[in-house]
């Protein structure tokens, strides 16, 4: 089995690889799919933030998003999937339902993930600094600022002395709530290639750009690795937990947000596809985890090779106690 392999299919995304978990691929959820799971579901997945993850639950209600996102939201990770190549059915390989929601916190680190991988080999060699921008704190909403943000952004790429310097890179949104002063504070987190920029001649466009804002901090990279660094644990990030205790603040958000992207690239690196999967292989739903150990409890030998198959790949036991009410009745038939 190819360790790379990445699995496709429609859309939405909603299914990862066990083996993979830094690939996505692209099924939808099916009439199986529950919504409104116990607490205690999938604890492997979601046990490590729980509390928050039932507060953005109660949020994304709150919001009057979709229901299908509610649904996907709150079955990640509660169903396992063996999906098999069309041409090769010894080839197979165990997937998860994942919401990808930027919300879920499981989710947004696996996005991270294909986003350092996909960025590596894209910032090796090149000439490359890290850019913060801020804005001067206020009350307004969330979305004003997200696209006060998003304004000032687009015509300080228009100054001269950043377009005669500046090839490209890639910007990501960070959300923070100040503790101190209650308010919002977006602010943007850049990579950009190109040569020497001044700290104060940056400081003083944004201000003419902001009309009030000058904070900003640039310092150059040692190396590509530290870009990728810097960037995804941003784009892993994204929102803040610290403001997630509230759930009217939590449902601001994701109204603000929308279907606004936190990772932009832009210049030369604009066509960079951030998170698509490096390689494409083609595979086949074909039945659940549990069903196929119903399968193999009932004595059927296919069934039995192809836990035979997976067993050999990952620790199958632990994968049926995750996602299985069905254990193995014993050892199983001879294949």
């Known amino acids: 089995m190819d360790a790379t392999a990445v699995l496709a299919g429609g859309s939405p995304p909603l299914l990862d690889a066990v083996e993979t978990s830094d690939f996505h691929d692209s099924l939808p959820l099916t009439q199986h ?28 209600e709150l919001a009057r998003v979709s229901r299908s996102r509610i649904i996907r939201f709150r079955s990640c990770g509660s169903r396992c999937w063996v999906l098999r190549q069309p041409q090769n059915h010894d080839e197979c390989v165990l997937a998860v339902e994942h919401c990808h929601d930027r919300f879920c916190v499981p989710c947004q680190k696996q996005r991270s993930s294909r986003l350092a991988a996909n960025l590596l ?13 801020t804005l001067k704190h206020n009350r307004l909403g969330l979305k004003e600022q997200l696209d006060r943000l998003t304004r000032c952004w687009k015509k ?11 090839v490209g890179g890639v910007a990501v949104i960070e959300l923070k709530r100040s503790r101190n002063t209650d308010c919002w504070h977006p602010h943007l987190h850049v990579i950009t290639e190109g040569t020497f ?15 009030d804002s000058y904070i900003v901090d640039v310092r150059r990279v040692r190396d590509g690795r530290e870009a990728v660094r810097y960037v995804s644990k941003y784009a892993a990030k994204g929102f803040s ?5 509230n759930v009217d603040r939590l449902s601001e958000a994701i ?19 951030t998170i698509d999967a490096p390689t494409q292989v083609a595979w086949k739903r074909w039945i659940t985890l549990e069903e196929l150990v119903l399968q193999v409890n009932a004595g059927v030998l296919e069934s039995w090779r192809i836990l035979r198959l997976l067993g050999d790949r990952i620790d199958i036991t632990r994968m049926i106690a995750n996602h299985s009410h069905t254990q193995l009745v014993d050892a199983g038939p001879s294949p």
């Open 33 to 60: 799919t529950h919504a409104g799971l116990p607490d205690d579901a999938e604890p492997f997945r979601h046990s490590g933030w729980r509390g928050t993850r039932n507060r953005i639950a109660a949020a994304l």
């Open 121 to 133: 080999k894209l910032c090796d060699g090149k000439d490359l600094r890290f850019l913060t921008l």
């Open 156 to 166: 300080f790429r228009l100054w001269k002395g950043w377009r005669s310097t500046q």
């Open 197 to 211: 920029l001044s700290q104060s001649e940056i400081s003083q466009q944004w201000h003419k750009v902001t009309g």
């Open 241 to 245: 937990v610290d403001g997630t205790t």
């Open 255 to 273: 109204l603000a947000l929308g279907s606004k992207r936190l990772v932009q690239c832009f210049g030369s690196w604009s066509k960079f596809k």
